[in-house]
């Protein structure tokens, strides 16, 4: 069964923190998302990668950036945690931009909170 | 501007009953449609999906309309059950990133 893996499915930080989120997908998909859904604003594209070492911003960048040294690896970093950045945070990957059977596969989430 | 619009934050359903959620779009230029469903503290998983050359996909108790002249789809989910209950996300594209409704949240009462 193909899997999109973040490492923590709950975090709590502080604020000023330097938070890693982490994403490992096993179907060797060139294309990695991250998302962000809070209630009301439905999913929020914030970074996407469509290769190693290749990123680009979405549509709510500030506050984040990422990482994509491995293919199979897609990792969100926090630089400064503030309480607004306090969400649930999904990852996701496909095997071609965008359209496709099926999609994006997510993984199961990240629900960080910033104290 | 909403490229994807899902006018219907939630919608309550009796169990056994239809349950009909709606999604609108803007670019005529989009060719694939998806329905994500989410339920809480779980990321969302692929439901059903139709392609602009076809106007209904069926898979169980699950229907997609797409109708390309009113730029409009909508997911039909017949009978409902409260397992059903969750947030339902469409999706859309071209060759881009797929682009994101805000969601409706399904609630079925037994």
């Known amino acids: 069964d193909v899997k999109v893996t973040q490492s923590s499915r709950y975090l709590v930080k502080r604020t000023g923190e330097k938070v890693f989120l982490e994403c490992v997908q096993d179907m060797d998909h060139e294309n990695m998302f991250w998302y962000r859904q809070d209630p009301g604003l439905g999913l929020r594209l914030i970074y996407f990668s469509y290769d190693v070492k290749m990123k680009e911003k979405g549509d709510i960048p500030e506050g984040y950036s990422v990482s994509r040294e491995k293919k199979e690896r897609f990792s969100l970093i926090l630089e400064s945690a503030s309480t607004n950045q306090t969400s649930m945070y999904l990852c996701a990957s496909s095997l071609q931009a965008g359209t496709g059977r099926g999609g994006y596969t997510f993984g199961s989430g990240t629900r960080l909170t910033v104290v | 501007d909403q490229q994807v619009k899902q006018n219907s934050p939630s919608l309550s359903v009796q169990e056994g009953r239809i349950s009909i959620l709606n999604c609108d779009y803007t670019?005529?230029?989009?060719?694939?449609f998806l329905w994500y469903k989410k339920y809480p503290a779980e990321g969302p998983t692929f439901l059903i999906s139709i392609s602009s050359i076809k106007d209904k996909n069926e898979d169980g108790r699950f229907t997609v309309f797409l109708n390309k002249s009113a730029k409009h789809l909508s997911l039909h989910i017949v009978p409902s059950q409260p397992g059903d209950s969750a947030v339902y996300f469409c999706a859309t594209g071209s060759q881009g990133n797929l682009i994101f409704g805000k969601g409706t949240k399904l609630s079925v009462k037994p």
């Open positions: 670019n005529s230029m989009f060719d694939y």
